[in-house]
């Protein structure tokens, strides 16, 4: 009777899709994500701040060779140098970039930190994934949900734009039919939120191995999902050419909203260390300005 039970389980996992994440948010484990930042539990996690501020927020964490993972959350940072602060001290470490990993170390397929796996104390990657809903920008996102669901969705909150395929597009292909290609998606942010923006990436990575893949895989025989979810700030240099741009456009227009706009960005720009941003900054007198 246990045989037959246990070959019962292997066929039916074997057979069916990975269990997919329930589309409602988890008020204890609730991960929200919008062009003005990432909050969990209502907390914000900001970025350029030193990893003591996660750690009140997630709790203890593992330190791995590439970065800081939470592993029963399915979350994960990596750090930066930022000099810019008056600490006494030429640099100190500060948050840099935020994953939330639907995929763990027991799946065979990691894509960034591929190198590393599976060798748990130099991998980023978690040892649970991500279990719950993330709500990216009003859309309800998560596991076992492919490409085309993915877009979909942000498409039903009208506040996201297209998914931008980056790794090797070939020219007459949707990389949105069906579960899309395994890679890389940049959601670009639009909006700066008091002079800050962020990026996000999505990584498309095989979740089953299947006799029927859709045609357009670049993998036969998978069918791919999301992997990992990366939240990022948009580095000084960024934030110094958005400035300058934005600047100029107020000048040309008289506008002294966007005015402000561009001084909160070239200030940020300040804040991240770019000298060449404060170089900007006095020479314009924007103090006065």
Same mark, same amino acid.
Request: net charge negative; hydrophobic share 30%; aromatic share 12%.
């Given at each position: 009777m246990k045989w037959i039970l246990l070959f019962f389980l292997l066929n039916f996992f074997d057979c069916n899709e990975p269990? *997919? +994440?329930?589309?409602?948010?988890?008020?204890? %484990?609730?991960?929200?994500? +919008?062009?003005?930042?990432?909050?969990y539990n209502?907390? #914000?996690l900001d970025f350029g701040v030193p990893l003591e501020e996660w750690i009140e927020i997630l709790g203890p964490y593992r330190k791995g060779e590439l /970065?800081?993972?939470?592993?029963?959350?399915?979350?994960?940072?990596?750090?930066r140098r930022d000099s810019s602060a008056n600490s006494g001290k030429k640099f100190i470490l500060v948050t840099n970039k935020l994953y939330l990993f639907f995929q763990n170390l027991q799946? #065979?397929?990691?894509? &960034?930190?591929k190198l590393h796996?599976?060798?748990?104390? +130099? =991998?980023?990657?978690? %040892? =649970?994934?991500? *279990?719950?809903?993330?709500?990216?920008? /009003?859309?309800?996102?998560? *596991? !076992?949900?492919?490409? =085309?669901?993915?877009?979909?969705r942000l498409d039903e909150g009208r506040t996201s734009?297209?998914?931008?395929?980056?790794?090797?597009?070939? $020219?007459? &292909?949707? #990389?949105? &039919?069906?579960? !899309?290609?395994?890679? $890389?998606?940049?959601? #670009?942010?639009? +909006?700066?939120? &008091?002079g800050r923006r962020y990026s996000f990436n999505i990584y498309n990575a095989p979740f089953k191995q299947v006799e029927d893949a859709p045609s357009n895989s670049q993998k036969p025989g998978w069918q791919f999902g999301i992997e990992i979810l990366q939240v990022d700030e948009f580095d000084a240099n960024s934030y110094l050419y958005h400035?300058?741009?934005?600047?100029?456009?107020s000048i040309e227009t008289n506008d002294v909203i966007l005015k402000q706009e561009a001084k909160l960005i070239l200030q940020r720009a300040i804040e991240k260390g770019s000298k060449e941003a404060k170089q900007f900054w006095n020479e314009n007198d924007l103090d006065n300005k």
């Open positions: 269990i *997919r +994440t329930a589309m409602e948010l988890n008020q204890e %484990h609730k991960v929200i994500i +919008t062009d003005c930042g990432v909050s209502d907390e #914000p /970065g800081y993972v939470w592993d029963d959350l399915g979350i994960a940072a990596t750090m799946d #065979p397929h990691p894509m &960034e930190f796996y599976p060798y748990p104390e +130099t =991998s980023i990657y978690p %040892h =649970s994934p991500f *279990r719950d809903a993330v709500e990216l920008n /009003g859309a309800l996102i998560g *596991r !076992g949900m492919g490409i =085309s669901e993915l877009q979909n734009g297209k998914l931008k395929y980056l790794p090797d597009y070939k $020219r007459g &292909e949707d #990389p949105y &039919e069906g579960y !899309g290609f395994g890679g $890389r998606y940049a959601l #670009p942010a639009k +909006t700066f939120c &008091e400035g300058k741009k934005k600047l100029l456009e």
